[in-house]
Structures are given as C-alpha cells and as structure tokens.
C-alpha cells in the first residue's frame, strides 16, 4: 500500500493517452476545474498571472459507474485502489502511515534522511526532478534541499487541487522553478520546458508507489521512464540523456511482518478499505453494506504481494444503477495489491525494461530500499 493518486475527485483513466494540453498560470488560491472538452481541445498556454504555471493533459475519463460494474462483474471480483482515495480515505492512510506495524513510511523517510545528500550527487546538477504522484511530503523536501542547482521540480498528479497545494508548498520552501503538472502519471504525457537550461532529467518514484502496480504493470512504467529519460529537450545545453529515475520499493521479509503491516491491531486499515464500500454506497446510491463484508489481507507467494480484499459473509445481492450483481458467500473483492522484490527481483523487472542499478540505499534491516536506475543503452 502506498499513495497511488491522492484522490480527492472521481477521475478514472480512459483508453486512450491525453489528446491535447493547455498551460495555464494558476493565480494562488484558484479551485476551479476545467472541463475534460476543453483540455482535449489542443494546446494552447493561458494568459500569465501570479502564481505556478500548470500544464494540463488530463486524458478523456471513464465514470465512476463504468468502472464498478466492470470490476465486479468479472470472474473474479475487483475494485480500482484508487477508490480508496477520496477525503475519508487520504484521512485514514494517513493514519495507516503512523502506525506501529506500518514500518513503511518511517523507514523510508530514515533512508533518506540519512542517503539525500548522496542521492542528489548522484542526480548531478542542473537536473530537471521530476514527481510522478506527487505529494509535498518530508522525503522530496529533503531530496530538492539537498540537490545543489537543480533545473526544475516537475510534480504530476491526477488530483488537481492536491496537486496545486503540493506544489505551492514545494515552491513555498525551497528556491526552484516549481512546473507542475495535472496528468495520470501511468500515460505518456508533454512535460514544460524550464526557463533555464537543464543537463538531465531524473524521477523521483518514492513510497514503494510501484508495488502497486503488478509485475507487468510495473515493468510497463519503468519502461515509459526510460522514453522520457531519453527525449530530447530544447533548452538542453550538455544534454545526458540516460538520466535517472530513483525507486523506492518495499523488500520481501518475514511473512507475519509483512501481514501484519496490513492487518494492524487498531483496525484502520480495515477501515480503509470498508471505506470504499460507503463511498459507493453513497455516490452510486446503492447499498453495499459494510457488515456484509470481512476484510483480510494475505500474503501470496505466487504474486509476490500482499492482497488485501474484502470477503462476503453469506450470499447477498445488490443493485447497482440497475444491475444486480450478486456475492456468493466467502467470495473476495480484491481491494489492492502490495508487491514486495528483493534487491534480485528489482534489478530483473528494471533490467527487462531497459534499466541498470546504478547505486542501492537501504536501513541495516534491509527493510525498505532505494535504487538509482541507468539505461542500460546509455
């Protein structure tokens, strides 16, 4: 579990990539959206005003509706993660961060308190840092504060108000040009040009964001970090253009650890995820009740991941914007994969989309690691 997208609207991703982007300059404060017509409408940069320039290329979405029903109605019943993420749901996963069995967060965040110096060495200077899922967290402010010259942070995020605030706070404390960015990171999307000169891109993936992605899914991610890696860039003076993308991800350990950090004693993370049941029941106006349903997260080794879902109680059936769908007893909905590597399966999924390891930070407990990623082309 991480921070996928911070979803304070329902977006969903279409088929298809962006079809068109506007810059726009965004005046400080302003919340309004702009619709999905407009934003395919082609390129076009807005007229300049105070605050942060923002580069719009949200893709044409689905409904809310449409995604349910596809997820459970198929053979085996799911929900998309990013349905945990509405106001409630950012709530509890921030409580889920502070919690004792949930090492994730903290051990992270004492890597890179303890590595940010030598990550921002190995990033170089006049390095274009770019955030897909962005947020204003502890580890980027460490990272930014500890990069000597670098070019631009380029933070991207699928929830716009989020991402205006992060990057507001971003531009607030540090002294960098500040491009964001409203886009799904998972699509190939136009990046802004910095008004200086750069001499290589780098991304910035912390959180173990990519362990919840599958292992294809994942291994398609990496490779679209390389083709941005390696896009030309017109102020590019001394261009690299191999760059670097820097992963954090969760290592494989002792199953009951692993377990425990997502079926902790409190109960929130349960919480967590029985919240998506009320946020349906409550957008959809459908009953999908939470006390019909158990939650449980287990460890698959076949997977590799922790698999957190909910489990009917007895059969029942609900109507959902007239379609029934029914839950037999003990059947799942599959709420959200964890995926776990070890250093060894890491360097296999980076090296099949392109990527070398270049340096790996981790705690003396090897808990939790951190990767510096090459083009093995370059």
């Given at each position: 579990?991480?921070?996928?997208?911070?979803?304070?609207?329902?977006?969903?991703?279409?088929?298809?990539?962006?079809?068109?982007?506007?810059?726009?300059?965004?005046?400080?404060?302003?919340?309004?959206?702009?619709?999905?017509?407009?934003?395919?409408?082609?390129?076009?940069?807005?007229?300049?005003?105070?605050?942060?320039?923002?580069?719009?290329?949200?893709?044409?979405?689905?409904?809310?509706?449409?995604?349910?029903?596809?997820?459970?109605?198929?053979?085996?019943?799911?929900?998309?993660?990013?349905?945990?993420?509405?106001?409630?749901?950012?709530?509890?996963?921030?409580?889920?961060?502070?919690?004792?069995?949930?090492?994730?967060?903290?051990?992270?965040?004492?890597?890179?308190?303890?590595?940010?110096?030598?990550?921002?060495?190995?990033?170089?200077?006049?390095?274009?840092?770019?955030?897909?899922?962005?947020?204003?967290?502890?580890?980027?402010?460490?990272?930014?504060?500890?990069?000597?010259?670098?070019?631009?942070?380029?933070?991207?995020?699928?929830?716009?108000?989020?991402?205006?605030?992060?990057?507001?706070?971003?531009?607030?404390?540090?002294?960098?040009?500040?491009?964001?960015?409203?886009?799904?990171?998972?699509?190939?999307?136009?990046?802004?040009?910095?008004?200086?000169?750069?001499?290589?891109?780098?991304?910035?993936?912390?959180?173990?964001?990519?362990?919840?992605?599958?292992?294809?899914?994942?291994?398609?991610?990496?490779?679209?970090?390389?083709?941005?890696?390696?896009?030309?860039?017109?102020?590019?003076?001394?261009?690299?253009?191999?760059?670097?993308?820097?992963?954090?991800?969760?290592?494989?350990?002792?199953?009951?650890?692993?377990?425990?950090?997502?079926?902790?004693?409190?109960?929130?993370?349960?919480?967590?995820?029985?919240?998506?049941?009320?946020?349906?029941?409550?957008?959809?106006?459908?009953?999908?009740?939470?006390?019909?349903?158990?939650?449980?997260?287990?460890?698959?080794?076949?997977?590799?991941?922790?698999?957190?879902?909910?489990?009917?109680?007895?059969?029942?059936?609900?109507?959902?914007?007239?379609?029934?769908?029914t839950f037999e007893a003990g059947?799942?909905?599959?709420?959200?994969?964890?995926?776990?590597?070890?250093?060894?399966?890491?360097?296999?999924?980076?090296?099949?989309?392109?990527?070398?390891?270049?340096?790996?930070?981790?705690?003396?407990?090897?808990?939790?690691?951190?990767?510096?990623?090459?083009?093995?082309?370059?």
């Amino acid at each position: 579990m991480s921070r996928l997208w911070h979803w304070q609207d329902v977006i969903t991703s279409a088929a298809g990539g962006p079809r068109g982007c506007l810059m726009r300059h965004i005046p400080s404060g302003e919340q309004a959206a702009v619709s999905t017509d407009e934003l395919c409408a082609g390129p076009a940069l807005g007229e300049p005003a105070e605050g942060l320039p923002l580069l719009e290329c949200v893709p044409r979405q689905r409904s809310l509706l449409d995604e349910v029903l596809e997820g459970l109605e198929g053979n085996e019943k799911a929900l998309p993660a990013k349905l945990h993420y509405d106001q409630r749901g950012s709530e509890l996963f921030e409580q889920i961060c502070s919690l004792d069995e949930y090492y994730i967060t903290r051990t992270e965040l004492g890597i890179m308190r303890q590595t940010a110096a030598s990550v921002a060495e190995a990033l170089g200077n006049d390095c274009m840092l770019i955030e897909p899922g962005s947020g204003a967290s502890l580890k980027t402010d460490l990272l930014i504060k500890a990069m000597e010259s670098p070019a631009a942070y380029v933070p991207v995020d699928i929830s716009r108000d989020f991402l205006l605030e992060s990057a507001a706070a971003i531009a607030a404390r540090h002294d960098v040009e500040v491009l964001p960015v409203w886009a799904d990171f998972t699509r190939r999307h136009p990046l802004p040009t910095p008004s200086g000169s750069i001499a290589s891109r780098a991304i910035y993936f912390p959180g173990s964001t990519v362990g919840n992605f599958s292992r294809r899914e994942a291994g398609k991610l990496l490779e679209q970090f390389v083709e941005v890696l390696a896009e030309p860039h017109p102020n590019a003076a001394g261009w690299q253009p191999d760059g670097s993308v820097v992963v954090g991800f969760d290592c494989k350990k002792d199953v009951g650890r692993m377990e425990a950090a997502y079926n902790d004693a409190e109960g929130v993370t349960a919480e967590f995820n029985y919240n998506v049941l009320d946020r349906l029941s409550r957008e959809l106006n459908t009953d999908l009740d939470r006390e019909r349903f158990e939650f449980r997260a287990d460890w698959e080794e076949d997977v590799g991941a922790i698999v957190s879902r909910l489990w009917a109680k007895e059969k029942h059936s609900v109507d959902i914007a007239g379609t029934t769908v029914t839950f037999e007893a003990g059947e799942p909905i599959r709420m959200e994969e964890s995926h776990k590597y070890t250093p060894t399966q890491f360097e296999k999924l980076a090296a099949a989309a392109g990527l070398g390891i270049e340096k790996l930070w981790t705690d003396d407990s090897r808990d939790f690691a951190m990767v510096q990623l090459r083009p093995l082309s370059c």
